[in-house]
């Protein structure tokens, strides 16, 4: 069969549709639990899924539903906990994510399924994912897309900084009961791409990356959704590509990718801070006399001892090209040059 | 930027310690403050106080670590309920005041920078929220308004720099100007001295000026004042919950002069851990409430 053929074939479609929605809505909804520093937010919330799986199967409706509804339980518990919680409610988190995952386990075996019916919810089957399930894949990632595009100013404000939003009369408890609910909404949304265990990667991996790049939200939320689409397709597509004979499955394969793509920016991002700390401006000193930035040349004014020329080992001039850090310093620019820090003054460096 | 030197406040004969600052005829009462009382977790923590703040004056809220002032600073702006007493702001009972676009609130730094970078541009665009309506986008008025708060407060280079890539002192002028962003005209500050350097308290000391110029209420909280001390037209001290001095400004050092103590009873000794200051003790527990979680 050829690549062509395999991509007509119309259970891929449906994958390829449902990779797309999957990998532009879990992103979004992971900016903001980073920004809130919940990251393993939605590894918690695909425990919890788990029973509302089991509980479909048992019950003989649909699956996808009862995730969603238990999922959007738990993350409203989970959200009350977090509000009216001690500093260690993530203990409380703990115990709500390991009941959810016995419960869902449990709740399989009663209901006599086999452990790999439940597995491929675990870790995902993109490739039997059927026509009603790609319109409810579609439909939730819209919202959750819109939704949290559309309202990024307030969520930005309310993640960034509760009290200011309090006072400025944000409803803080409804906008972080949305974030919890959209959470669910994509996790069980991704949960037949990549699956309820490696959930959390796709809305979260996506981010981490984008923001080793990044310097304002904006970018970082258009990045990682960006970013999450391609590892999504990418996935897909390579698990769809491998030689016959050998199994890959689409779930890890896209975890793995956006892991590669994480691993890929990760130095890019240890250089560039680097690079912006050495050249942030030094401060400058506000009582020195005439409003100079430090003391005078002696040239001009006998000046205190730590203020020297310094000619001898400057074989060449300091400019934008010559090599050394530049760094501001109040009206002028001083060169970094083996420790020292040196400001040009008329034909010679001045030491700052 | 050198600090604008502003005449002190208007000639008000000095008021005795402790004396009830009242407003003249014809200034309009911005804040008021009657009789009140705030609880953390059941214990009293501040007890009895009357505050009132008229248009364009400049307060500073002055004590020791625990004396309650940043707990008062939260009272007022409705994050810290009221076990007794009436807070009006505007004139408008707290609990039917609805225009916060009114009010900007600069709370204490560590809020600035969060797990995703955010430029400076758009902290300070959240300021805005208080003038937005749902789902539309950034207006001119808005723009305007971004670009001339990070002007006042001197950061209009480094708008597009990542928050986290500033300085205390830089992230603490950001805040302001989120806060001005919003055009309000009453400003609640959460100790912006606190940890700032040198130069960055200078640079605050000039924002703020220009606010006062401009005719804005400015209420801040200060462990010392600093570069702060020429702009400050009244200083209120407080003192284990308590206000002890409403009055004209006092230096630092006088602050803490044990005369202006006496104006309650004394149980200092009592208190094991003066420093700290807990006002209810931590009870650990993973589904318990945090006694530090009751506002609004």
Redesign the interface.
């Known amino acids: 069969m050829s690549t062509l053929e395999l991509f007509s074939l119309p259970f891929m479609q449906r994958a390829l549709i449902a990779a797309v929605f999957v990998g532009l809505a879990a992103p979004v909804v992971g900016?903001y639990l980073?920004?809130?520093?919940l990251?393993l937010m939605g590894d918690g919330l695909g425990h919890v899924a788990v029973t509302g799986v089991a509980l479909g199967l048992l019950t003989g409706t649909s699956p996808t539903w009862t995730a969603v509804v238990v999922a959007v339980l738990g993350a409203v518990l989970i959200e009350v906990?977090r509000?009216?919680?001690?500093?260690?409610?993530d203990?409380?988190l703990a115990?709500l994510f390991y009941g959810g995952l016995a419960g869902g386990v449990l709740l399989t075996g009663l209901g006599g399924q086999s452990a790999s019916r439940l597995q491929t919810f675990l870790f995902g089957s993109i490739t039997t994912i059927s026509v009603a399930d790609v319109v409810t894949t579609m439909v939730l990632a819209a919202v959750v897309v819109i939704l949290g595009v559309?309202?990024s100013?307030?969520l930005?404000?309310v993640?960034?900084?509760q009290?200011?939003?309090?006072?400025?009369?944000?409803n803080v408890r409804a906008y972080n009961l949305l974030v919890a609910v959209m959470a669910a909404v994509s996790v069980t949304v991704a949960m037949r791409t990549v699956g309820l265990l490696l959930v959390s990667a796709l809305m979260v991996v996506p981010?981490a990356t984008s923001?080793q790049l990044?310097?304002?939200?904006?970018t970082?939320l258009v990045a990682a959704m960006a970013l999450g689409t391609v590892a999504s397709l990418g996935g897909l597509v390579i698990s769809a590509l491998v030689p016959a004979g050998t199994s890959v499955s689409p779930g890890p394969t896209i975890v793995l990718l956006a892991l590669a793509g994480f691993v890929a920016t990760w130095p890019v991002g240890v250089w560039l801070r680097h690079r912006?700390q050495l050249r942030?401006p030094f401060?400058?000193?506000?009582?020195a006399p005439d409003g100079a930035v430090a003391p005078l040349c002696p040239e001009v004014v006998p000046g205190p001892a730590d203020h020297r020329h310094d000619e001898e080992h400057v074989d060449h001039d300091h400019g934008p090209d010559c090599g050394h850090v530049a760094v501001p310093h109040g009206d002028h620019v001083d060169y970094v040059h083996d420790g020292h820090r040196h400001a040009p003054h008329g034909r010679h460096y001045d030491e700052h | 930027m050198p600090v604008t030197p502003t005449s002190p406040a208007a000639p008000t004969p000095a008021p005795e310690p402790g004396a009830d600052h009242t407003v003249g005829p014809g200034l309009e009462a911005v804040v008021r403050l009657v009789d009140g009382a705030v609880a953390i977790a059941g214990r009293p923590v501040l007890r009895g106080i009357d505050l009132t703040v008229s248009r364009g004056d400049f307060v500073a809220l002055m004590g020791a670590n625990g004396s309650g002032k940043s707990t008062l600073v939260r009272a007022l702006t409705g994050l810290r309920p009221l076990t007794t007493g009436s807070l009006e702001l505007f004139g408008h009972r707290l609990e039917h005041f609805d225009e916060w676009r009114r009010v900007g609130f600069v709370p204490q730094r560590t809020g600035a920078a969060s797990g995703v970078p955010a430029s400076v541009w758009e902290v300070v665009a959240s300021g805005r929220l208080t003038r937005r309506r749902l789902l539309r986008p950034l207006g001119r008025a808005d723009r305007r308004a971004v670009a001339d708060a990070l002007e006042v407060v001197g950061l209009a280079d480094r708008a597009r720099d990542g928050v986290s890539q500033l300085s205390g002192g830089q992230q603490q002028r950001v805040l302001i100007a989120r806060a001005l962003a919003g055009e309000p005209e009453l400003f609640f500050l959460d100790e912006p001295t606190a940890g700032v350097d040198l130069p960055n308290q200078h640079a605050l000391a000039a924002s703020l000026a220009r606010l006062k110029e401009r005719g804005a209420t400015v209420v801040l909280v200060a462990h010392e004042l600093g570069p702060l001390a020429p702009l400050v037209d009244r200083a209120v001290v407080m003192r284990d919950g308590r206000v002890v001095y409403d009055g004209t400004p006092l230096a630092d050092h006088e602050v803490h002069q044990p005369w202006l103590g006496e104006a309650h009873s004394h149980h200092h000794a009592t208190h094991r851990d003066r420093a700290r200051h807990d006002h209810a003790p931590h009870v650990a527990s993973p589904l318990g409430t945090h006694p530090e979680e009751h506002h609004r």
């Open positions: 900016t980073v920004q809130r520093r990251a906990i509000e009216r919680g001690h500093t260690n409610g203990v409380a115990l559309g309202l100013p307030q930005f404000a993640a960034q900084d009290e200011f939003a309090r006072v400025a009369g944000l981010v923001q990044t310097r304002s939200f904006r970082t912006e942030a401060p400058v000193d506000p009582d």
